[in-house]
């Protein structure tokens, strides 16, 4: 059965693999392998290409599902369980871990000692497959297609036809066999040990499966899918290592030159790649090339590994480590604007509107991976998606590709993402909107929400339409407001040290129009360090002005604000006690026109 699945429509991931399978879907030559006449018979245009990360998500494009035989992909999984009834230093006194330069069905033996030169290619991964524990052949298949399902996590099955064709044609496998048993290396009986090789390599899988596999050794021996462990850790290490030096048969050296990933190809089509702590690929294609590798998988090996930069002789020296990014409860989560009460109020009736979203460290494809899915699980209600780079080291490639895929998803489901970044990247990740912490990016969510809400936060409320001083008639209103000073501040201005002496004498500020802001660093030209802002409608006390961190308060636009000294104060009190009983609430309860509803 042909099936093309595309991965989960529009995720950007299976988004970044579908490019790579089409870009490589006419790539020509090479054939299925014909040796073993069952596998001649496969469609050769089958091409699947999977990729599991370490959280189990598994992402995919094209023939992800069909399913193929193992054959040699099983061999790294089969040294493993070796690794694990037998111990390395048993396993290593039967065959060695040395690239054999040869082809797959090599026949070269160690002088002396008569070990295969290493797992990975047939001889030794027949003597492996003997050393896995079992009294009689039949259980030491059963411990291997257990062992396989465990990686795979679900159960998997042998295609008897492809076992009985390895079978009948398998004598090249038994003259090494037998051979072997001469030199010593292969114990028991021979046709038994073989019986269970072709077994082995007749196990049937998919490419989601390779890629879960691959992810169990990327993991160290935990299966990200089940969360079960299949190995210990220092055995997937010691399997990579094997991998990563003698997967790919005589081509190991310039695998590890060009691609620079543990990988391990089989002559059905299948290749297998392990990025340690990082995820599993599985790739199938059954044309070969020469040396008995997929023509399509190596190519689509290359690319990933270009384009991602996942060479694992890639030196990067961390700027930051890395830490698995959170997504932040958004409900407590505000940004330090100061806002007059019906703003505070529509923002509080709908606390799922803004979702933040901390990424800490350097960002590699696996943080990247996560923040998709974090988003792809996000709540309908959400409208903005404020990634927080703050902490953020270096951008991989590939991370500001994918970061970059997710934005233009986001923006499909109507979702804007907003990047809070000192730094600066917005030109590698391509988000709507980039600010210089994370407040002023959740302000400007902010705004855009209550703008769609209908409500204006720009809009100027003069201090004589606010409900600042109670519901008192307008004439007493005006009366009141003339109480207070004007302060006209032009964008970039700033109301200048020393704050105690502002402190001293000024004992309310309001903001009729324009905004303010507490930055403790103004000698950058986007300074740092905003403590909070405050637009129109806002009411501030001396309080707001901490004399040692503000260093300086500054008018972020052109700003009209009120200012009520304490001498004014007294006068004010004279006239109306009631309304300056209000007054004094305001700061902390927020001011809002009179004309609007009550929203509190
Ligand atoms: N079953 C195959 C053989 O022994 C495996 C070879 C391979 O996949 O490289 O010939």
């Known amino acids: 059965m042909r099936h093309d699945q595309e991965g989960p429509p529009g995720d950007p991931l299976s988004g970044l693999l579908d490019q790579v399978r089409r870009s490589l ?140 064709s390895e079978r009948a044609t398998g004598d090249r496998n038994r003259a090494l066999a037998y051979l072997m048993h001469n030199a010593g290396s292969l114990t028991g009986d021979v046709e038994d040990q073989l019986d269970v090789y072709f077994r082995q390599c007749s196990v049937l899988v998919t490419c989601d499966d390779l890629a879960v596999m691959h992810a169990t050794l990327a993991a160290g021996g935990v299966n ?176 500001a590709d994918l970061l970059r895929a997710l934005g233009e998803n986001l923006r499909g489901r109507d979702v804007r993402m907003v990047l809070a970044d000192p730094d ?25 929400f209550l703008t769609d809400l209908g409500i204006d936060p720009a809009a100027p409320v003069p201090l004589a339409d606010c409900d600042l001083f109670g519901r008192v008639d307008p004439d007493l209103r005006a009366a009141l407001a003339d109480a207070f000073d004007t302060l006209r501040l032009a964008d970039g201005d700033s109301v200048a040290p020393p704050a105690r002496q502002l402190r001293e004498r000024i004992v309310l500020w309001y903001v009729e129009s324009g905004r303010l802001a507490v930055c403790a660093d103004t000698a950058k030209a986007v300074p740092a360090l905003r403590t909070w802002s405050a637009g129109p409608g806002a009411a501030l006390t001396p309080a707001d002005f901490p004399a040692r961190i503000a260093r300086r308060v500054l008018a972020e636009r052109d700003t009209v604000c009120r200012t009520l000294t304490a001498s004014g104060l007294v006068r004010l009190r004279a006239l109306a006690p009631e309304a300056v009983a209000h007054l004094e609430r305001a700061p902390l309860e927020g001011a809002d026109t009179v004309d609007r509803p009550d929203a509190g």
């Open 25 to 164: 879907r006419d790539l020509g030559g090479g054939a299925p392998a014909s040796y073993i006449p069952e596998l001649s018979r496969v469609d050769p245009d089958l091409f699947g290409l999977s990729l599991c990360a370490l959280d189990g998500q598994v992402y995919g494009s094209g023939d992800t599902q069909v399913p193929f035989t193992v054959q040699s992909v099983s061999k790294p999984f089969v040294f493993a369980l070796a690794l694990a009834d037998r111990g390395l230093e048993e396993v290593l006194t039967r065959v060695g871990a040395e690239p054999s330069g040869e082809a797959f069905n090599s026949i070269r033996l160690e002088p002396g000692t008569g070990r295969p030169p290493n797992p990975m290619v047939n001889a030794g991964a027949i003597v492996t497959t003997s050393l896995v524990a079992g009294d009689t052949p039949e259980a030491r298949f059963d411990r291997i297609l257990d062992g396989l399902s465990a990686f795979a996590a679900r159960p998997l099955a042998v295609d008897e036809a492809v076992y009985a």
């Open 424 to 448: 600066q990247r917005q030109a590698m990740v391509h988000a709507a909107d980039e600010f210089p912490d994370l407040g002023r990016a959740l302000e400007s969510c902010e705004d855009a």
């Open 224 to 399: 990200p899918v089940s969360g079960t462990r299949v190995v210990a850790p220092r055995h997937a290490q010691h399997v990579l290592a094997v991998m990563a030096t003698c997967g790919m048969y005589d081509a190991s050296g310039q695998w590890m030159l060009q691609v620079g990933m543990p990988a391990k190809s089989g002559v059905s089509g299948a290749i297998g790649v392990a990025l340690p702590g990082q995820f599993g690929i599985g790739v199938f294609s059954p044309p070969l090339e020469e040396k008995g590798n997929s023509v399509r998988g190596i190519a689509a090996c290359h690319l990933l590994s270009d384009q991602f930069g996942l060479h694992l002789m890639r030196a990067s020296v961390p700027e930051r480590r890395p830490m698995p990014p959170r997504s932040l409860d958004p409900a407590p989560l505000r940004s330090l604007r100061h806002r007059p009460r019906d703003q505070r109020a529509a923002l509080e009736a709908h606390p799922d509107r803004i979702r933040v979203h901390v990424m800490q460290g350097d960002l590699d494809f696996a943080t990247a991976e996560q923040t998709l899915r974090a988003a792809r699980e996000l709540p309908a209600a959400v409208g903005w998606f404020a990634l927080d780079l703050t902490r953020v080291g270096r951008i991989e490639p590939v991370a």
